[in-house]
């Protein structure tokens, strides 16, 4: 009989511990998946309630991820500091524990169940390691049915630990080369920027205008992502045009706009030697086509309709838009609104109809307060 027992939870452990390797490895977001482990593993070790807590390195602090429970939505609000309670301790040490009555234990920290209103009375906790580094910790408190956790309580816990640790290892990850990513193109636009006063500010304008567009389109999230990176970038190719053209303040030459034309060309050149090529087609399609216009009459293809991309569509009433309003050598920049009527009257000529739209509505929505608008959406917004 004790034997079958065992066989039966043994195969329990298995079928879950399968069943979580399964989630890791889908698709799902990363504060789903977490949800969804802590959840079986609460349900199966039998505990009251569950905590995931992870480190945050940068600022010292701990912070709960998950939360099962019935304080679940308080405790989600706490931060401890490092080496607070047994999560910091676990954390610090790398070793886990098992706890019969919290009460006793010298590092308790009574703060997080004083502000949720939870009473812990048993607990398990082990730590979410990667290769020695340790990313947080899972907590379990208070066995069902009898009063402590068991020995094979805490080997599943651990188990099912190690697994959740690598998926929040890939996804701290990713999340870090995004962020490089990110601050690396932005750095190449204000390089760009950089060399002509003028145009100090101008890609970073552009690509929050593009968001600003896209977001009203009700593009989804990735996409607006890359239109953001795509549009920072989408004059990268001056970089290949002599100052002599690039900073004149006189009329160009015939000789000279053909030159200063090339831009798109050489930005799309330039941005096809980045790897993965995959991540770069929209930025690559962007830098080419943002001075193509809907009726065939644009650079450097003479692209119409349909034929230009859309994120060269939505770049190029931004861009359009913010050469206007900008101050130049040669002129002293026109007003917000006047800058939407122009948009308005090209719409359907040169500028796709709904993109301007898009943006008048933004614009005039928010009275031509851009800064106000800018603040609002950055609340939102983590980019
Ligand atoms: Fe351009």
Same mark, same amino acid.
């Given at each position: 009989?004790?034997?079958?027992?065992?066989?039966?939870?043994?195969?329990?452990?298995?079928?879950?511990?399968?069943?979580?390797?399964?989630?890791?490895?889908?698709?799902?977001?990363?504060?789903?998946?977490?949800?969804?482990?802590?959840?079986?593993?609460?349900?199966?070790?039998?505990?009251?309630?569950?905590?995931?807590?992870?480190?945050?390195?940068?600022? @010292?602090? #701990?912070?709960?991820?998950? !939360?099962?429970?019935?304080? +679940? %939505?308080?405790? *989600?609000?706490?931060?401890?500091?490092? $080496?607070?309670?047994?999560?910091?301790?676990?954390?610090?040490?790398?070793?886990?524990?098992?706890?019969?009555?919290?009460?006793?234990?010298?590092?308790?920290?009574?703060?997080?169940?004083?502000?949720?209103?939870?009473?812990?009375?048993?607990?398990?906790?082990?730590?979410?390691?990667?290769?020695?580094?340790?990313?947080?910790?899972?907590?379990?408190?208070?066995?069902?049915?009898?009063?402590?956790?068991?020995? @094979?309580? #805490?080997?599943?816990?651990? !188990?099912?630990?190690?697994? +959740? %640790?690598?998926? *929040?290892?890939?996804?701290?990850?990713? $999340?870090?080369?995004?962020?490089?990513?990110?601050?690396?193109?932005?750095?190449?636009?204000?390089?760009?920027?950089?060399?002509?006063?003028?145009?100090?500010?101008?890609?970073?304008?552009?690509?929050?205008?593009?968001?600003?567009?896209?977001?009203?389109?009700?593009?989804?999230?990735?996409?607006?992502?890359?239109?953001?990176?795509?549009?920072?970038?989408?004059?990268?190719?001056?970089?290949?045009?002599?100052?002599?053209?690039?900073?004149?303040?006189?009329?160009?030459?015939?000789?000279?706009?053909?030159?200063?034309?090339?831009?798109?060309?050489?930005?799309?050149?330039?941005?096809?030697?980045?790897?993965?090529?995959?991540?770069?087609?929209?930025?690559?399609?962007?830098?080419?086509?943002?001075?193509?216009?809907?009726?065939?009459?644009?650079?450097?293809?003479?692209?119409?309709?349909?034929?230009?991309?859309?994120?060269?569509?939505?770049?190029?009433?931004?861009?359009?838009?913010?050469?206007?309003?900008?101050?130049?050598?040669?002129?002293?920049?026109?007003?917000?609104?006047?800058?939407?009527?122009?948009?308005?009257?090209?719409?359907?000529?040169?500028?796709?109809?709904?993109?301007?739209?898009?943006?008048?509505?933004?614009?005039?929505?928010?009275?031509?307060?851009?800064?106000?608008?800018?603040?609002?959406?950055?609340?939102?917004?983590?980019?």
């Amino acid at each position: 009989m004790t034997q079958l027992k065992e066989l039966e939870s043994q195969v329990r452990e298995l079928v879950m511990l399968l069943e979580a390797s399964k989630q890791l490895n889908s698709n799902l977001e990363m504060g789903e998946v977490l949800e969804s482990i802590l959840l079986q593993m609460v349900q199966v070790v039998g505990a009251e309630a569950g905590t995931l807590w992870v480190l945050d390195g940068e600022r @010292q602090t #701990i912070k709960a991820d998950a !939360a099962y429970g019935p304080s +679940s %939505a308080d405790i *989600l609000n706490i931060e401890l500091k490092r $080496d607070e309670g047994i999560v910091g301790k676990v954390i610090e040490t790398g070793k886990a524990e098992l706890i019969e009555n919290v009460a006793w234990h010298p590092n308790w920290a009574n703060r997080v169940d004083d502000s949720s209103g939870f009473i812990t009375k048993s607990m398990i906790t082990v730590p979410l390691a990667v290769k020695g580094k340790v990313l947080g910790a899972l907590q379990l408190l208070n066995k069902k049915d009898i009063a402590f956790f068991s020995e @094979q309580d #805490i080997r599943l816990a651990v !188990a099912l630990a190690n697994q +959740s %640790a690598l998926a *929040l290892h890939n996804s701290q990850m990713y $999340d870090e080369l995004q962020r490089m990513l990110l601050s690396m193109i932005r750095t190449l636009a204000k390089v760009l920027d950089a060399r002509d006063p003028y145009t100090a500010g101008h890609s970073e304008r552009v690509a929050k205008y593009s968001l600003w567009i896209a977001e009203k389109l009700g593009m989804d999230a990735q996409s607006c992502e890359e239109l953001y990176k795509a549009a920072l970038l989408h004059d990268i190719g001056k970089i290949g045009i002599p100052d002599n053209i690039l900073r004149k303040s006189e009329r160009l030459t015939t000789d000279e706009y053909t030159t200063i034309k090339q831009h798109t060309v050489i930005g799309a050149d330039i941005l096809s030697n980045i790897e993965p090529k995959e991540a770069m087609v929209h930025a690559i399609e962007t830098a080419l086509s943002h001075h193509e216009r809907l009726d065939g009459t644009g650079y450097p293809h003479g692209l119409a309709g349909e034929n230009i991309p859309l994120f060269a569509r939505i770049v190029g009433v931004a861009d359009a838009f913010d050469a206007m309003t900008t101050a130049r050598s040669y002129s002293a920049g026109a007003s917000f609104e006047s800058g939407v009527e122009e948009l308005q009257r090209c719409k359907g000529s040169l500028f796709d109809s709904r993109v301007v739209d898009a943006f008048a509505a933004i614009l005039q929505g928010c009275n031509y307060q851009i800064e106000q608008y800018e603040a609002q959406q950055e609340r939102g917004y983590r980019l």
